[in-house]
């Protein structure tokens, strides 16, 4: 039997009012924040978030070795000679980012990482020709860590088959005094072992050099990101891994304990590393700290970014300004990242 009209009728009223009355609804609504969005001025002027070149600091490797060469996971990112190095930070002077990471290369290694902390080394002696060439257009932040120096790759001193926290701490300690005479402009530890910011604030004072700052890496956790970084600075562990002193990747309140720890030993500024999975960490200590915070968006996080962009399957820049949006929104001050020159070549920063 047909259906009669009355019927169909009946059921097609009924759907039509679901349709037309929930676009009624909303277009009745007093609030439309698509309002300040329609204008590409309009939705600069009201942007939340910006982020700028100040707060970049750019990481940069220089080895003993003489020639300059690109590191293979990592694309645009060079292990320089000394020579090249100048030039290289004279470009970035020339671009306004304020600072810049050195990670040492030395042309030998040994069990203690001697190299880390002699007043020769490659990063007394790259920090001297840097100051010499620049003077104070860039500020030259030194990584203190021995895991570039060791022959093992560890980042201390090994002791019954695992590194020994009181041995190495004096050893960094003797390594960021150095950096300090060559004229480092703040010092950075990332070795991650317990105690070491107090040591290292008591030597730095010590040695004449109370007003040099300490950038402390905190929350540094042992994580599958630093793959590329460990090529570019032959840091790789021999034996074993860094999870007995680098954090566990899951634990987020033992991250401000080290925050706390650091502070209460005289650090400035407190770190999060890596980036991009521990915007939950930064959040927590931007809500709990009054202080300046730094996060590294770290070799893994880079050269995954440069791969897919390589491959087409992204639009790089558009992805680089949102990541870097994403550590300033979860509450970084410093953003160190591979990205800088290309970020402020390109205009993906403000």
């Not at 203690?112 to 500020?139: F, H, M, N, Q, W």
């Not at 401000?256 to 400035?268: T, V």
């Not at 639009?315 to 929104?329: M, Q």
Request: glycine residues 8%; negative net charge; hydrophobic residues 40%.
């Amino acid at each position: 039997m047909a259906q009669s009209p009355r019927k169909f009728h009946s059921q097609h009223s009924i759907l039509n009012t679901s349709l037309t009355l929930t676009p009624m609804i909303y277009i009745n609504r007093t609030q439309r924040p698509r309002r300040l969005r329609e204008s590409p001025l309009l939705r600069k002027m009201v942007r939340e978030t910006r982020v700028t070149k100040d707060n970049l600091l750019y990481p940069m490797f220089v080895s003993e070795s003489g020639s300059s060469t690109e590191i293979s996971s990592m694309p645009g990112i060079f292990r320089y000679s000394l020579d090249d190095l100048k030039r290289e930070v004279t470009k970035v002077a020339g671009l306004g980012i304020p600072a810049i990471m050195l990670f040492g290369i030395p042309n030998e290694k040994d069990e203690v990482g001697s190299g880390g902390y002699d007043t020769e080394g490659i990063i007394p002696r790259a920090i001297r020709a840097l100051k010499a060439e620049i003077g104070d257009s860039v500020l030259i932040v030194p990584d203190v860590c021995l895991c570039e120096y060791t022959s093992h790759g560890h980042c201390g001193v090994i002791s019954n088959g695992t590194v020994d926290n009181d041995e190495t701490v004096p050893l960094l300690a003797r390594a960021a005094v150095a950096y300090a005479e060559a004229g480092a402009d703040m010092i950075a530890p990332s070795d991650m072992m317990d105690g070491r910011i107090g040591v290292i604030r008591e030597e730095l004072d010590a040695a004449g050099f109370p007003y040099t700052p300490i950038m402390a890496y905190s929350a540094k956790y042992s994580s599958g990101f630093y793959g590329p970084f460990r090529e570019a600075a032959g840091s790789t562990p021999q034996f074993g891994d860094r999870k007995a002193y680098q954090m566990d990747p899951p634990n987020a309140r033992e991250a401000l304990k080290e925050m706390d720890l650091d502070l209460a030993e005289g650090a400035d500024i407190l770190m999060v590393k890596p980036g991009l999975a521990y915007l939950d960490i930064l959040r927590a200590a931007r809500e709990r700290y009054d202080v300046p915070l730094a996060i590294y968006n770290v070799s893994g996080e880079y050269s995954m970014v440069k791969a897919a962009a390589q491959n087409g399957w992204i639009d790089e820049g558009r992805v680089v300004s949102e990541t870097l949006t994403a550590f300033k929104r979860a509450g970084a001050d410093i953003i160190l990242t591979y990205h800088a020159v290309d970020a402020v070549r390109e205009g993906w920063v403000e």
